[in-house]
């Protein structure tokens, strides 16, 4: 079973930026890519960004222009670099699979946009 492991996230000011990784065991970003999603209190789980294997990335409208993805195949890691966060982007962060069967979730990595 393909175990996921996020990290990087934590409290930052709305307007900053934070950094998140995920270390997969094996490589996840098969044919049909892998992405991040998230999922706030309350609210179900969204997939924000996603890439494929050949490197094709695709946003949700919440976050185009300020996520960028990317990924280090070689690695097993799939990076998400956030900017210009805003407090609607606090969350639980986890990364798998873009499209369903999911792989087992991960912890996730917090993420809290407040001043």
């Known amino acids: 079973q393909v175990q996921l492991v996020e990290s990087g996230g934590g409290l930052v000011q709305p307007g900053g930026s934070l950094g998140l990784s995920c270390v997969a065991s094996r490589n996840i970003c098969g044919a049909t890519g892998c992405g991040w999603f998230r999922q706030a209190p309350g609210k179900p789980r969204e997939l924000v960004a996603s890439?494929?294997?050949?490197?094709?990335?695709d946003y949700a409208e919440t976050v185009e222009g300020r996520f960028t993805i990317s990924r280090d195949i070689a690695k097993n890691t799939v990076y998400l670099q956030m900017n210009n966060l805003k407090p609607e982007d606090t969350a639980l962060y986890y990364c798998?699979?873009?499209?369903?069967?999911?792989?087992?979730w991960g912890q996730g990595t917090q993420v809290t946009v407040s001043s």
């Open positions: 798998n699979r873009k499209l369903p069967p999911y792989f087992n």
């Open positions: 890439i494929t294997y050949a490197g094709a990335t």
